[in-house]
């Protein structure tokens, strides 16, 4: 018992670990301290929809149409990928034809390099404009999204409709939820985090209070079931939940703020501790500290 408790401790640090790196971050570790993924291994969410999880990087989703197969995120290099199109392999003989990017984080698109040539893929604009700072290798280019949109995108597979939507800047300023009305399906990328703060992503335009908005739009979606990037399938109170420790963080800070406590003040009355930046790299915001920037930014 304690053993699996250890186990998962350790693999809850490692999970939070590689969500604070990002991918270069990782190549750079020294080798004993890389930690072995667990295979790719998909279970069925519901109807046509699939989760795959393992592998290095994010939870992936995929949709087996009538004729083809629709992927949602790419995992974090093209080992996984391939592990997760192997497995895709094995469920249908139809040919993998779109990846719908969630956002531009590494652990969602860099295994896109595992993808076969020639498939389409679709990411926000934004989330576009990110992989394309990030994206400097030859072969990383040519998986470049070939099709953006801006607030919703609608795709036909066969007699079944898949729903793209943008609710504005929320975990990036280019996150796409993916909706599957037959299913009441939809996935949310990093939109959802639970038992610990959702990140934010500032230099990448994220925006806590977007988040909020973004969160109360997505429960206007006849959905029932949520696939999200880092943890178990969640539920509508779930998303609830997120939303009113958010809105209570928000209130909470603001109201501090007006009392004229400074931030490293306010820091402390939550409890946060910062980790120092490591060199070269950038320096991770606690949400506490990304809502305060929001509250006294100059607009
Ligand atoms: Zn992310």
């Given at each position: 018992m304690k053993k699996v408790l250890k186990l998962c401790l350790f693999t809850a640090l490692v999970l939070s670990l590689n969500l604070h790196l990002s991918w270069g971050d990782q190549q750079k570790q020294p080798l004993q301290y890389r930690q072995e993924p667990a295979p790719v291994t998909t279970h069925q969410v519901k109807g046509h929809v699939y989760e795959a999880k393992g592998g290095s990087g994010?939870?992936?989703?995929?949709?087996?149409?009538?004729?083809?197969?629709?992927?949602?995120?790419?995992?974090?290099?093209?080992?996984?990928?391939?592990?997760?199109?192997?497995?895709?392999?094995?469920?249908?003989?139809?040919?993998?034809?779109?990846?719908?990017?969630?956002?531009?984080?590494?652990?969602?698109v860099n295994g896109l390099v595992g993808f076969p040539e020639g498939i389409t893929v679709v990411a926000h604009h934004e989330a576009r404009k990110d992989m394309d700072q990030?994206?400097?290798?030859?072969?990383?280019?040519?998986?470049?999204?070939?099709?953006?949109?801006?607030?919703?995108?609608k795709f036909y597979l066969g007699n079944k409709v898949v729903k793209l939507f943008h609710f504005g800047p929320a975990h990036t300023s280019g996150d796409v939820v993916v909706y599957f009305?037959?299913?009441?399906?939809?996935?949310?990328?990093?939109?959802?985090?639970?038992?610990?703060?959702?990140?934010?992503?500032?230099?990448?335009?994220?925006c806590s209070f977007g988040l909020v908005k973004t969160l109360k739009k997505v429960l206007k979606l006849d959905a029932e079931t949520f696939v999200h990037g880092h943890g178990n399938l969640a539920s509508r109170?779930?998303?609830?939940?997120?939303?009113?420790?958010?809105?209570?963080?928000?209130?909470?800070?603001?109201?501090l703020i007006e009392e004229e406590k400074s931030l490293d003040e306010i820091k402390q009355a939550f409890g946060v501790e910062d980790r120092p930046a490591?060199?070269?790299?950038?320096?991770?915001?606690?949400?506490?500290?990304?809502?305060?920037?929001?509250?006294?930014?100059k607009k």
């Open positions: 994010a939870n992936c989703g995929f949709f087996i149409g009538e004729e083809e197969v629709l992927v949602i995120d790419a995992k974090m290099n093209a080992e996984s990928a391939k592990q997760m199109i192997a497995e895709i392999k094995k469920l249908t003989p139809h040919p993998l034809k779109y990846v719908i990017i969630t956002h531009s984080d590494g652990d969602h990030a994206f400097q290798e030859p072969d990383q280019r040519a998986f470049l999204p070939q099709l953006t949109f801006s607030e919703k995108l009305p037959e299913e009441k399906v939809a996935f949310l990328g990093d939109l959802l985090f639970l038992g610990r703060d959702p990140l934010v992503h500032r230099h990448k335009k994220g109170s779930d998303i609830e939940d997120l939303i009113k420790s958010l809105e209570d963080k928000q209130a909470k800070i603001k109201a490591q060199p070269g790299r950038r320096r991770w915001l606690s949400l506490v500290e990304v809502i305060y920037l929001e509250l006294t930014e």
